[in-house]
């Protein structure tokens, strides 16, 4: 390399450099207007639902869609609710917590076992089973319907909150998941040497397998939360009586109710009316913002895990 | 030690079963000795229920359960598939009856020998709707939802206009807000509004059921032909709005603007519709009601219904006497059309009862209303019997049909008649999905 290199060495690479910043820079701009035109698509209607409980009826129409009305309408729209079948909503907030807790236990036990047992076990037809598995995330819940209806009945499980969660906790994507997880990311040598030291199966899964899972079973249990807190289809079916709703089916049956959403229904001397159905939709929908923006690290972490193979 | 662990687990899982098993399964209830009802109701009539239910504790357990009237049907049929579970009494829209009438469905019973021929005589008309083909009455009405003539007494006073007790007496009005006062309105025709108020009243043919597998429509007919042709001009002066009268537009420009003159609505208009300060917010003492006009060469002034909700026995109720016994204090008691405390604030059966006795007891309350102008009672009064009974309940949903063929086709291009041309063909085609013969006579 003579001296009279460098400089014209530089000017190349300064080019570069500079046409790749430009690039980037256009590149930048690009990709951020993207998202914020899509998080503005996602995050007004929110933001609508949100502020809708604090106007009157009236002002929920004419009034500008992003306004804010009052915190004293947020307590307004709150009574009125409870004037619905003698404060039942609470009830529903209570059954909506209680079953989604009880499917997101069960279901992201059941699932991290299956995975495991079919990815680690020494168990015989493991092609089987995941291919069942897989036959299973094929098969539309609205199929299942009446011989589910039929078998609930059986076991005397209508009307009952066992049968929403019992079938609600069958999660064939979560034993993918877990499948997928316990094959990539966990040495086969681990389990053979605990095999040695006499581990059976179950206690394979206990001491090795689980210890390992923290970002799978948060995985796990979000997708859980989020398929069931939202859950309209099956508390509709299992559970006729009103006491028994949930969130989602009690807010479809609100929506059903009153003049504001349904003319159909005419005459009603109950006070339901738009900010009220707002204020229930704000319920059944922040608790799946809150839960997550909580586990948003432990998703990433999560989504992640088996995409790099060292 | 694999063994003993093995059967360990077993153990565990037969124990969970059974813990499972046990909180799951509830044990049968050994027959009791008192009569037991399942009532199914919407939420207004949730505080007269739950009050029966109290009123007859110690005779009949009474379990009483809101239920969004949509999922009826959806609801019965899976009853029916487990042959269990069933309300006995249900409460739902009229032609719930209809529909749960069908031998696929089963799950209407004949009620006639249930009640004594003076109290179905006391209904008068009223029950007509329930009677099916073959003649025997199959629900009870809870209300009447007959139409009437709202209007706003002090702009008729303005404008020189007295109360019209015909059809083109009403239509002459209208061509003079056209001409005089433009921008105000005789109403909006979306949804079932057209129907219950103009065609209905005047013999349109469009939901005539002539038995279980035949029915009658015809939007060609000069009983609705004479509609289109009277409300054309109108539209299109823009008297009459092709919205809902529930759409929120039409509410902002018309109801809430004081633009409203009159208005062809059901009894229950006044108190849901133009009262509340949500909705129309008309201003007290301008509104009252006036019987229906009557279209030139009849002879009765005909109403139509929108709602007016029945009460419907399960051929597979145990105590089907218990279930119509709720049924007429619903209809019939002091307790529950007068007195029962509403969610609201108010007090009594919302709608006009369709009980002759029952009605007269809720009269008072209508009557002792100062917001109004005038007592519309005796406006209400005078069309209870004469809702068309030509109009009938049929298996297919008309009501939606309302909803999804005539009023987008209104808005679409504002011809009535072609508007109510498609709401024939739709209907036509569901009818048909379900076992009727059409036909146009």
């Not at chain 1, 709150?78 to 909506?96: A, E, M």
């Not at chain 2, 005779?59 to 809101?66: A, G, M, S």
């Not at chain 2, 029915?215 to 092709?242: G, M, W």
Request: aromatic letters at 12%; proline letters at 7%; glycine letters at 8%.
């Amino acid at each position: 390399m003579t001296l009279l290199d460098k400089p014209v060495e530089t000017v190349a690479k300064r080019k570069k450099k500079s046409a790749i910043r430009t690039n980037s820079r256009w590149g930048i701009s690009l990709v951020n207007s993207w998202l914020v035109f899509f998080a503005i698509i996602s995050v007004i209607p929110m933001i609508w639902l949100i502020l809708a409980p604090s106007k009157t009826d009236p002002e929920v129409t004419h009034k500008n869609p992003l306004s804010f009305g009052s915190f004293s309408g947020y307590i307004h729209a709150w009574k009125h609710l409870q004037f619905f079948d003698n404060g039942v909503i609470g009830r529903w907030v209570v059954n909506s917590v209680l079953y989604t807790t009880a499917i997101v236990f069960i279901a992201t036990i059941t699932a991290s076992l299956a995975g495991f047992v079919i990815s680690a076990s020494t168990i015989k037809f493991k092609r089987v089973f995941l291919i069942s598995t897989l036959l299973m995330m094929l098969v539309p819940p609205v199929a299942l319907v009446i011989p589910l209806f039929v078998e609930m009945d059986k076991v005397g499980l209508i009307d009952n909150p066992w049968s929403v969660i019992l079938i609600s906790s069958l999660y064939p994507f979560g034993a993918f998941l877990s499948y997928i997880y316990y094959t990539t990311t966990i040495p086969p040598e681990l389990y053979e040497s605990a095999r040695l030291d006499g581990c059976n199966d179950f206690k394979l899964w206990l001491k090795i397998a689980l210890p390992l899972s923290g970002p799978l079973l948060s995985l796990l249990a979000f997708f859980a939360f989020i398929g069931n807190w939202a859950n309209y289809f099956m508390p509709y079916i299992f559970l006729p009586s009103s006491t028994n709703y949930t969130l989602p089916l009690g807010l479809g049956f609100l929506f059903y109710s009153t003049p504001a959403i349904n003319p159909g229904v005419g005459a009603t001397s109950v006070p339901i009316l738009k900010p009220e159905i707002a204020l229930a939709g704000v319920l059944v929908a922040v608790p799946i913002m809150i839960v997550f923006l909580l586990s948003q690290k432990r998703l990433v972490r999560g989504m992640l895990a088996g995409s790099i193979k060292e | 030690m694999r063994q003993h662990l093995k059967r360990k687990y077993s153990l565990l899982a037969i124990a969970a079963a059974a813990v499972i098993g046990g909180t799951m399964v509830s044990p049968i209830a050994a027959q009791a000795a008192k009569p037991s009802i399942l009532i199914w109701v919407d939420a207004p009539r949730l505080p007269g229920a739950q009050l029966y239910a109290k009123i007859m504790a110690p005779t009949v357990n009474v379990k009483v359960e809101l239920h969004a009237q949509g999922d009826l049907l959806a609801k019965v049929q899976l009853f029916n598939r487990i042959k269990k579970g069933w309300p006995d009494v249900v409460f739902g829209p009229p032609n719930d009856v209809a529909v749960l009438r069908n031998p696929i469905i089963n799950n209407a019973m004949a009620l006639d020998s249930l009640l004594p021929a003076a109290t179905w005589k006391a209904f008068g008309n009223g029950n007509n709707w329930c009677k099916g083909a073959d003649g025997k009455t199959y629900c009870i009405k809870n209300d009447l939802a007959q139409s009437v003539l709202w209007y706003n007494t002090k702009l008729f006073k303005e404008f020189g206009y007295t109360v019209p007790t015909k059809m083109s007496e009403l239509f002459a009005i209208g061509a003079d807000l056209a001409k005089n006062h433009p921008g105000y309105s005789l109403g909006a025709l979306g949804d079932q509004a057209a129907n219950s108020s103009y065609f209905w009243p005047s013999q349109c043919p469009l939901n005539a059921e002539k038995s279980a597998t035949r029915v009658v429509i015809n939007s060609k007919d000069p009983h609705c032909t004479r509609v289109t042709k009277a409300l054309q001009p109108l539209i299109d002066a823009k008297v009459y709005d092709p919205r809902s009268p529930f759409d929120a537009g039409f509410i902002k420009d018309v109801g809430q603007a004081g633009k409203l003159v009159a208005n062809i609505g059901p009894s229950w208009y006044g108190d849901f519709v133009l009262r509340p300060a949500s909705s129309y917010a008309v201003k007290a003492g301008e509104w009252t009601a006036a019987p229906m006009p009557i279209w030139d060469g009849e002879k009765v002034a005909y109403s139509g219904e929108y709602g007016g909700g029945i009460y419907t026995v399960s051929p597979h109720s145990k105590f089907p006497k218990e279930a119509v016994a709720f049924a007429m204090f619903m209809v019939g008691d002091k307790r529950n059309l007068v007195t029962v405390t509403n969610p609201d604030g108010s007090h009594g059966a919302p709608t006009f009862p369709a009980y002759g006795p029952g009605n007269a007891l809720w009269a008072a309350k209508v009557n002792a209303d100062t917001f109004w102008a005038s007592s519309p009672y005796p406006a209400m009064a005078a069309q209870a019997n004469k809702v068309f009974s030509g109009e009938k309940p049929v298996r297919y949903d008309t009501n939606g049909a309302w909803g999804a063929a005539f009023s987008p086709a209104l808005a679409k291009d504002g011809n009535i008649q072609n508007a109510l041309n498609a709401y024939a063909t739709y209907i036509s085609n569901l009818a048909q999905q379900l076992g009727y013969e059409v036909s146009t006579k």
